[in-house]
């Protein structure tokens, strides 16, 4: 029922909003690159449109200049990350009213095999995000005694094994990236088996 009366509205609201942030950056690289006269009503606008940015753009814009990478460019990398943000995020939100659809209706049935399928189903879908809130925090310094420590310690026997087989590569661990292909494909599997059948 959730997903097909609410996450249709969910799915259009937070692509528009992509689509309005996208739109914003990609003017801020245009204006970077012509760069009009500061003291004009096009300049002016520029330099707003700058200002709004620069919290988004700033920290890719460091990451370039790290690596020598002309720092105009941090708008497109910026762009780059919000669109897996908001696809990820997207995701979760979907997987979660998809969980809460299927509890409901193996409630309302009275099946607990189905019940069983989408608890197991929903403690993945915790799992993933944990692993990619843990990956998300990966890129950033946080001490011992926030949520992300324990996002950490949490993901931490499931994480280390794969990690030392794949170790990271600079700032991107890729252990992460098959540690959620192997959780997708173990839903698929709860799916067919509880579910389906």
Same mark, same amino acid.
């Given at each position: ?17 992509? %689509? ?66 908001? !696809? ?29 399928? !989408? ?27 926030? !949520?992300?420590? !324990? ?18 590569? %600079? ?27």
């Amino acid at each position: 029922m959730l997903t097909t009366l609410v996450y249709p509205w969910i799915f259009l609201i937070a692509w528009a909003l992509f %689509g309005v942030f996208a739109l914003i950056l990609l003017v801020r690289m245009i204006f970077s690159y012509t760069d009009p006269n500061p003291f004009g009503k096009i300049g002016r606008l520029g330099f707003k449109v700058r200002k709004l940015t620069e919290k988004w753009a700033y920290p890719a814009a460091r990451l370039l200049a790290t690596y020598r990478i002309d720092t105009r460019l941090a708008p497109l990398l910026t762009l780059f990350v919000g669109l897996v943000l908001t !696809f990820f995020v997207m995701q979760i939100v979907g997987n979660t009213l998809f969980v809460i659809d299927g509890l409901s209706a193996g409630i309302s049935a009275g099946n607990p095999k189905v019940v069983i399928g !989408f608890t197991i189903y929903g403690i993945l879908s915790i799992l993933v995000l944990c692993i990619f809130l843990r990956f998300l925090a990966s890129w950033f310094v946080f001490t011992r005694k926030t !949520f992300l420590a !324990f996002v950490t310690r949490f993901t931490d026997p499931i994480m280390l094994p794969v990690q030392r087989l794949i170790p990271p590569v %600079g700032m991107f661990d890729l252990s992460a990236m098959l540690v959620l292909l192997l959780i997708s494909f173990l839903q698929s599997i709860v799916l067919n088996i509880f579910v389906r059948n």
